[in-house]
């Protein structure tokens, strides 16, 4: 076996298990999302400024350029819609609808920098909403409605940050990710008091933010250079499968009868559409 290829699959699918702590420790942080949003912009900004600095010492930081601009704006939207998501409905729902975003990106990128796409991907986008359109079923007359449509948001606005991002591939879009942090950061100073963790919240915080985070991210960014496209997407359902079930472990949050099974027809479409995808790049 190649050996480049199973080091990019271990270390992407090692860093997506890691990443599949977020949500449990979004839950474990009993506090406002907007105090645990502070320390993760922050904190973010921190440590992808430190990789930064690590990977290209005589590389600056910043841009003022549209594309640099949109990065950070998108990815600081997503991330504050995901924690808010996180506190208003079930983990299930939240990861079940983030799971559709390259489905989400394939159509955004079509009608704005003209990406065409196969019969399959249209086919695979319909199937997948309607899964979603399923998983949210129970919400529409619940408080749980407010915490869909925030996740719902936020698969929409990633999408369009890697939209955004693939328009410009040939540029390293890494540090836009500590402009966004820094905006999480002054949004929610605005909108609570970053000190109101105590206790064991700070524990938590540290670990989530200084631990999980970084080496998930360091780990999906390093593997995906040596997989396809495809495998990467197959291996990012590893989050919307272990996720609720670690949730469900650690805090018995048992997701709904229909959080499984729209959650099962997203899974299933989307791996279905990867492994298509992934054996026609072969073919080729």
Known sequence: ?????????????LGVLI??????????????SFSLLFWRGVLLALMVALWCRYRNPDKKLFSLDGAFIRSAILFAISSICFVNAINHTSVANVLVIISAQPLFAALIGRFTIGERLPAITWI???????GIG???KDSWSSPNLTGDLLALTAALVLSGKFVNDRAVKHRD?????????????????????????????WGWMLLLCVGVIPIAFVLITLGP????????GMLMLLETACGPLL????????????ALQGGAVVIITLFLHGWIQWRRTTRR
């Open 1 to 13: 076996m190649n050996t480049e290829y199973l080091k990019g699959f271990l270390l992407t699918a």
């Open 19 to 32: 990443l599949s702590f977020d949500a449990l420790l979004i839950r474990l942080i009993e506090v406002h």
């Open 124 to 130: 695979a986008i319909l199937i997948s909403m309607a």
């Open 134 to 136: 399923w998983v949210m």
């Open 173 to 201: 879009m890494t540090p836009a990710l500590i402009a966004a942090g820094i905006m999480i950061a002054v949004v929610s100073l605005f909108n609570d008091n970053p000190l109101a963790l105590n206790g064991s919240d």
């Open 225 to 232: 250079t040596r997989i396809p496209a495809a495998e990467v």
């Open 247 to 258: 949730v469900w472990l650690f805090i018995n949050e048992a997701p709904s009868v229909a």
